[in-house]
């Protein structure tokens, strides 16, 4: 069964970069909109809905074709937000350290090309949608974009940062500025997470 994740710190904690209000709304308002619409999408199928929702994206070519549009949307709106979450911290960050560092800096040239480079692509996602820093079956590192809430995973790419730009994540702060939003998250990014799920 899916259930909302609990955060790692309370809403108000990630102010001012996101202030409370979103961040309450984004989570127990959108997010578990995605999750009850996964379980009702699942009804008939409860073999399917006892899997991991990072296992049933990564498995998504083979699935009943019925269930394909639920998962997508809904269960892709799961996972995004479980590994938003997760990289977010109100705690203050050195940024990326160690390997994690080395790949970037093989992939980007640098920690603030990488950025540079993440805010462009991110910001420039037409509609709503994500950005992704993912690792490849090469292992090496890529900045990606996905529309809606499709994941990476549905692609056999590992996302190991992913930060939403749909409307609702960053309006009552940055309206539409995108790109400030974008610039000021760096602040709260979790790197020993996303260290975590680079190194497995
Ligand atoms: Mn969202």
Redesign the pocket.
């Known amino acids: 069964m899916y259930t909302l994740p609990k955060l790692n710190f309370d809403y108000a904690d990630l102010e001012p970069i996101i202030d409370a209000r979103t961040m309450e709304i ?1 989570h127990t308002k ?2 578990l909109g995605y999750i009850n619409k996964l379980i009702a999408g699942l009804e008939e199928y409860p073999e399917l809905m006892k899997k991991d929702i990072n296992e049933l994206l990564r498995d998504f070519k083979n699935l009943p074709d019925e269930v394909k549009k639920t998962v997508r949307n809904n269960g892709g ?1 799961h996972a ?2 479980t590994l ?1 979450w997760s990289i977010l911290t109100p705690s203050k960050q050195a940024g990326p350290s160690g390997d994690l560092l080395l790949a970037i800096e093989n992939s980007f040239g640098s920690f603030g090309e990488f950025k540079k480079q993440f805010e462009t692509a991110a910001a420039g996602q037409f509609g709503s949608g994500w950005g992704w820093l993912i690792k490849n079956d090469k292992g090496d590192l890529e900045i990606i974009t996905t529309a809606n ?1 499709d994941s990476p995973l549905m692609d056999g790419l590992l996302p190991i940062l992913g930060i ?1 730009v ?1 409307e ?2 960053y309006y009552l702060n940055y309206q539409n500025r995108r790109p400030d939003y974008l610039s000021s998250i760096w602040k709260i990014i979790n790197w020993e997470q996303v260290d975590k799920y680079f190194s497995k």
């Open positions: 984004h959108h997010h709106g995004n937000h938003f809430q939403d749909w609702h994540a």
